[in-house]
C-alpha cells in the first residue's frame, strides 16, 4: 500500500513505521501523503485500540525533505507546503490511541508528528533538534500551537528560535515525553503502556482523547494553522531566508554541524 511506510497491525495493536532507514526516514511529500493515508487507513481497522508510530533504523526522522517540496506554479507550491499541516491534522484524528516511538534523532518535522501523537516514548539517548528558522523557515505544519501545548510558550519559543538540540531528559522534564526508557528497553516501556491503554474500555478512553483534544485545541488556536503554507512558501522565496538556508547547509557539508 506505501513504498515510504510499513505498517502492521496484531489484535488491537498497530504499528507505523518510517521505513526509510538508509536515508534517516525523512518527511518527503509523498511520505506526508502516505502518513495520512495511512492514518485514514487505520480509522477503518475497528479492532485497533492503539497504534505505535516509529521510524525504522537508527533514528526517528531526520524531518522534512526540502528538496521534494515544489511546484509548477505559485498555487503547486502552497499545496505542497501544506501537506505537513494535512499529515499532523489526520495522524491527531486516528481514533486509536497514538504513542509515539522515538530513538535516534527526531529533527523538525519529526517533532511536528511525535507531537501530534496522543503519548511520547523516547529512548534516553534520544536526541531533539528544530532547526528551521536556521534553514531559514518559519516551523509549520501546525508546530507552534502543538508544541506551545505540549511544553508551553516560553520553551517553545527558545527552542525554535534559537534552533538548539535538546536531549531526550530535558523533554521528559518540560512535559513532552510520557516516559524515558533506556535504549534496549524502549519496546518494553511502549508495550507496558499500550497494554495499559488496550485494558480499558473503548468508549471512555475514545471519549477523553476527543475531550483533551477539543479543550486544548480552543486553547493554543490549532485551527489557525492553515495559514503556515502561505508563511512556508513566502520564507523560500525571501533572499535573506535563502541565505541563512544556505549558510546552514555548507556548514554541514563542512562538517562544523551535529
Not at 498497530?14 to 495511512?38: H, Y
Not at 527526531?106 to 511520547?120: F, K, P, Q
Amino acid at each position: 500500500m506505501f513504498n515510504n511506510l510499513d505498517i502492521t497491525v496484531e489484535g488491537a495493536v498497530g504499528q507505523l513505521w518510517l521505513n526509510r532507514p538508509d536515508k534517516l526516514n525523512p518527511l518527503s511529500s509523498e511520505t506526508l501523503q502516505e502518513l495520512a493515508g495511512a492514518a485514514q487507513w487505520f480509522n477503518q481497522q475497528t479492532d485497533v485500540r492503539a497504534v505505535i508510530i516509529g521510524g525504522r533504523g537508527r533514528c526517528f526522522s531526520a524531518g522534512a525533505d526540502l528538496s521534494t517540496f515544489a511546484g509548477t506554479d505559485e498555487r503547486d507550491l502552497r499545496d505542497s507546503a501544506d501537506l505537513g499541516r494535512l499529515m499532523a491534522d489526520a495522524v491527531e484524528a486516528i481514533n486509536a490511541i497514538t504513542i509515539a516511538r522515538l530513538q535516534g534523532w527526531c529533527v523538525g518535522g519529526g517533532v511536528v508528528l511525535a507531537a501530534a501523537c496522543d503519548l511520547r516514548v523516547a529512548a534516553d539517548d534520544c536526541q531533539f533538534s528544530i532547526p528551521e528558522i536556521a534553514l531559514g523557515i518559519p516551523l509549520a505544519w501546525g508546530g507552534i500551537p502543538r508544541l506551545v501545548r505540549e511544553i508551553g510558550p516560553a520553551l517553545a519559543k527558545e527552542l525554535v528560535i534559537t534552533c538548539r538540540p535538546f536531549s531526550a531528559k530535558e523533554a521528559m522534564n518540560a512535559g513532552f515525553l510520557n516516559r524515558l526508557a533506556p535504549a534496549d528497553d524502549i519496546d518494553a516501556a511502549i508495550h507496558s503502556l499500550v497494554a495499559a491503554v488496550i485494558d480499558k474500555p473503548r468508549l471512555p478512553v475514545w471519549a477523553t482523547k476527543r475531550h483533551v483534544d477539543a479543550v486544548t485545541r480552543q486553547m493554543v488556536g490549532l485551527d489557525r494553522s492553515w495559514n503556515d503554507a502561505d508563511s512556508l512558501v513566502s520564507a523560500t522565496q525571501d533572499s535573506e531566508c535563502r541565505a541563512a538556508r544556505d549558510a546552514y547547509i555548507a556548514s554541514k557539508q563542512g562538517g562544523s554541524g551535529s
